[in-house]
């Protein structure tokens, strides 16, 4: 056997040259070949589309990469298959059933390389005896009619049958007829029809797709018409937009578990599954017809584009699997891209142009894990694609899109700049702190407490090497928490740790941001109000009514960087410091990432380390910037500004100017600034009230931006998602609106401008923007 890990095999199983495949032959077995079905030309195409489809698109398989890796792949079904030694326990030595990933990825392997060209085992009659036998044993042995689904239900119903039907089809007459219908008799004991009946429990979202898969290729197998429609008809639900449980959102949120802000594993995984079937059934009496399946399409840009930042998916969109494996974030981003790449060939002329410009960019731009090598190592159909876009002048590479992306109903915002990008992860009522489960991520605790993560130029891989074993759980960056020591896996699993509160959202106009949460410790009595305010340099972070009595300090992590680079603290470079300086200070920068300003002065304690962790035991190193509130704190707050990329001498050029940013309140009923250069006045309502210059009347969040050509807007929002009405002022004269909202129902114009907006509560804390011309 070979030196390459199941894994490793896994990635190969998609290559083949669409049109190269090579048609399974007859293997006359003892019980006989099972017979065709010349004149069912409906499941026949369906049969070589799944092959076609799921292989990717046509290449040179004499080319290379093609060539070495069909090779290789064909050296280790061949390994498989002359290890192979059926027993009792197990199929192979060394895999004890149930073995329910590696004995089905293993005969699924094999059925590829007899299915592939350029693997030497193409077409070859004892590989596909093998596959055939193999089935069978594991079928009767494991995957068996009548057998208890002991363990997690995925296995049974999605994981193991997807890798048997996928090997079943692939090698085609060699499984006879008896084999067959036990094969189909097992997936209908785990995976019954009325298993569709309720998009429910776990037959939803990404579920809800793998699930009709397997249906489908149950139906394939056993060319049952009223299974296949059914396979189709249930992926409707996918389509619709939610407004609550899993689904996508109207403002791209997706949501997998109830709790979870989920595009990267189980995102990926239903884009990936419905550009596969989208594909497969296209020309067959099963074509999806559904014309709610555009949402699909629509959240490619809505959903998808905005949490992957040059080629990879950014980790506060993984759940509980951020700490899997180093470079898992750049893993799902790359998996996305696939998908978009696969499925643009269903989508219209100009969808496929954006998404092709989209994923070349990504690919050109990403460093720490080039997409197209990793394509070549994991997934030769996606290499394909990928090397066709790049290869062709007449696709240019999209930019990152500048802008501020607020995602309200998954508790998440993502805001771009030129040279700078940053992620904040918040927790609400309905989103949870954070998801653990299969032993997986059991300290993320405080992932959802304010975690503000931001990458400049170059810093790609920063939160993908080794961060989350290594990284201290209790100081995630921009983060307040309890210091209260906690258990592995604390609260609820599956991200069923929802605070409270309901105000956490904000306003954004598209550029700028306001955004808040109203924060509640995991486990913890912490109470807190944060807010953070994107700008273009900047983002401008504020703390107040943090409280709490668990007799341990209460901190503000202001950063935590992976990185050894040096630190300076008002012009002093200390590469040693341990608890920060005795006194206030008025900035910090760390080189090579960016810059932090305390405007008035905080007692900023630092800290250099490095840490170990992870089950294969890694160091990485650390600086790590915070603010101590005290043992059981009343009342404390923060202010600080982040800047991104910023060098030195800008970081001190900004603490050097104090009117810079104005703080017009701080308190547990309101936060808000004043931005003077960028005519910007932001501020998040806990309570109505004033602040500078604009007024509410009850709890929302208010962006006003003044422009150069004599023209403002104003943006609202209604964080909590429950106000039929609100009245906001803004204490400017103002000459007319230019225009208004259709939830705007009534503007003065004067001395003031009063707006009075109803029904926000339906709007899912969205933004409502009105323009109006100054007096």
């Known amino acids: 056997m070979t030196g390459y890990s199941r894994r490793s095999l896994l990635r190969l199983g998609g290559a083949v040259a669409v049109g190269a495949l090579v048609p399974p032959h007859a293997v006359h077995m003892k019980e006989g070949p099972r017979a065709a079905d010349p004149g069912d030309a409906a499941f026949a195409l369906l049969r070589r589309r799944w092959r076609e489809v799921t292989a990717g698109p046509g290449f040179d398989a004499t080319a290379e990469p093609y060539r070495t890796r069909l090779a290789e792949l064909g050296v280790r079904a061949a390994g498989y298959r002359d290890a192979m030694a059926p027993a009792g326990t197990r199929l192979w030595p060394g895999l004890p059933f149930p073995s329910l990933v590696a004995t089905p990825a293993r005969l699924q392997a094999m059925a590829r390389a007899y299915a592939l060209p350029g693997t030497g085992l193409a077409g070859d009659a004892d590989l596909a005896a093998a596959v055939a036998a193999g089935i069978d044993h594991y079928r009767r042995l494991v995957y068996a009619a009548g057998a208890d689904p002991a363990g997690n239900w995925w296995h049974w119903e999605i994981g193991a049958p997807r890798k048997l039907l996928d090997a079943a089809l692939l090698i085609g007459p060699p499984l006879t007829d008896r084999q067959s219908a036990a094969l189909r008799d097992a997936v209908d004991h785990f995976v019954p029809e009325c298993r569709l009946d309720d998009y429910s429990g776990t037959s939803t979202g990404a579920n809800r797709v793998d699930l009709c898969t397997v249906t489908l290729l149950r139906a394939v197998l056993g060319c049952d018409p009223d299974r296949a429609a059914l396979a189709v008809s249930a992926l409707s639900p996918v389509f619709r937009h939610v407004s609550e449980g899993d689904g996508f959102y109207r403002d791209g949120s997706f949501v997998q578990h109830t709790f979870v802000p989920y595009q990267g594993t189980y995102g990926a995984s239903l884009l990936s599954g419905l550009a596969t079937l989208f594909a497969v059934v296209?020309?067959?009496?099963?074509?999806?017809?559904?014309?709610?399946?555009?949402?699909?399409?629509?959240?490619?840009?809505?959903?998808?584009?905005?949490?992957?930042?040059?080629?990879?998916?950014?980790?506060?969109?993984?759940?509980?699997?951020?700490?899997?494996?180093?470079?898992?974030?750049?893993?799902?981003?790359?998996?996305?891209?696939?998908?978009?790449?696969?499925?643009?060939?269903?989508?219209?002329?100009?969808?496929?142009?954006?998404?092709?410009?989209?994923?070349?960019?990504?690919?050109?731009?990403?460093?720490?894990?080039?997409?197209?090598?990793?394509?070549?190592?994991?997934?030769?159909?996606?290499?394909?694609?990928?090397?066709?876009?790049?290869?062709?002048?007449?696709?240019?590479?999209?930019?990152?899109?500048?802008?501020?992306?607020?995602?309200?109903?998954?508790?998440?915002?993502?805001?771009?700049?030129?040279?700078?990008?940053?992620?904040?992860?918040?927790?609400?009522?309905?989103?949870?702190?954070?998801?653990?489960?299969?032993?997986?991520?059991?300290?993320?605790?405080?992932?959802?407490?304010?975690?503000?993560?931001?990458?400049?130029?170059?810093?790609?891989?920063?939160?993908?090497?080794?961060?989350?074993?290594?990284?201290?759980?209790?100081?995630?960056?921009?983060?307040?928490?309890s210091t209260r020591r906690l258990a592995d896996g604390a609260g609820t699993a599956w991200g069923d740790t929802c605070p409270p509160w309901r105000w956490v959202g904000g306003a954004t106009d598209g550029v700028y941001a306001a955004v808040g949460q109203h924060l509640s410790g995991l486990e913890s009595t912490l109470e807190a109000f944060k807010s953070w305010f994107f700008l273009d340099d900047a983002v401008v972070c504020l703390g107040a009514g943090i409280t709490a009595e668990d007799g341990v300090p209460v901190e503000t992590v202001v950063d935590n960087r992976r990185t050894g680079a040096t630190l300076t603290v008002d012009g002093d470079t200390d590469g040693d410091t341990r608890g920060g300086p005795d006194g206030p200070v008025g900035w910090a920068h760390i080189e090579g990432h960016g810059g932090y300003v305390l405007p008035g002065g905080a007692r900023l304690r630092t800290l250099r380390e490095r840490r170990t962790g992870g089950s294969e035991p890694v160091t990485r190193s650390y600086v790590t910037l915070w603010l101590d509130h005290g043992v059981d704190p009343v009342a404390a707050g923060y202010v600080y500004l982040l800047l991104p990329g910023a060098s030195l001498a800008e970081t001190r050029a900004r603490a050097a100017a104090p009117g810079w940013v104005c703080v017009l309140a701080n308190s547990d009923r309101r936060q808000g600034v004043r931005i003077p250069s960028l005519g910007i006045t932001a501020v998040n309502f806990w309570n109505g009230g004033a602040a500078g210059d604009v007024a509410a009347s009850a709890p929302c969040s208010v962006l006003v931006r003044e422009r150069g050509d004599g023209t403002a807007t104003l943006t609202v929002s209604d964080p909590r998602r429950d106000l039929d009405e609100l009245t906001v002022v803004w204490d400017r004269p103002v000459a007319r609106l230019i225009r208004g909202h259709p939830l705007l129902a009534g503007a003065a114009t004067g001395a003031r401008l009063i707006l009075r907006f109803g029904r926000l509560s339906d709007r899912g804390g969205a933004s409502k923007t009105v323009t109006v011309r100054l007096g």
């Open 282 to 481: 296209s020309g067959s009496p099963w074509e999806v017809a559904d014309p709610a399946r555009q949402i699909v399409f629509d959240m490619v840009e809505r959903s998808f584009a905005p949490v992957v930042h040059d080629g990879f998916c950014m980790d506060l969109f993984s759940g509980r699997a951020v700490g899997r494996e180093p470079y898992g974030d750049h893993r799902r981003g790359h998996a996305i891209a696939a998908a978009i790449l696969l499925l643009g060939e269903a989508a219209s002329t100009a969808e496929r142009a954006r998404w092709q410009g989209m994923v070349k960019g990504w690919a050109l731009r990403e460093t720490s894990v080039p997409m197209l090598e990793a394509a070549e190592r994991n997934d030769l159909g996606f290499h394909a694609r990928l090397a066709a876009i790049l290869d062709d002048d007449a696709i240019p590479a999209a930019a990152e899109p500048d802008g501020h992306r607020l995602l309200a109903m998954s508790a998440r915002a993502v805001h771009r700049r030129p040279s700078w990008c940053a992620g904040l992860s918040m927790a609400s009522h309905r989103i949870g702190h954070y998801e653990h489960g299969n032993g997986e991520n059991l300290r993320g605790w405080h992932t959802g407490s304010g975690m503000l993560y931001w990458w400049a130029d170059g810093h790609g891989d920063q939160y993908s090497d080794s961060f989350w074993p290594t990284v201290d759980p209790y100081r995630l960056p921009g983060t307040t928490v």
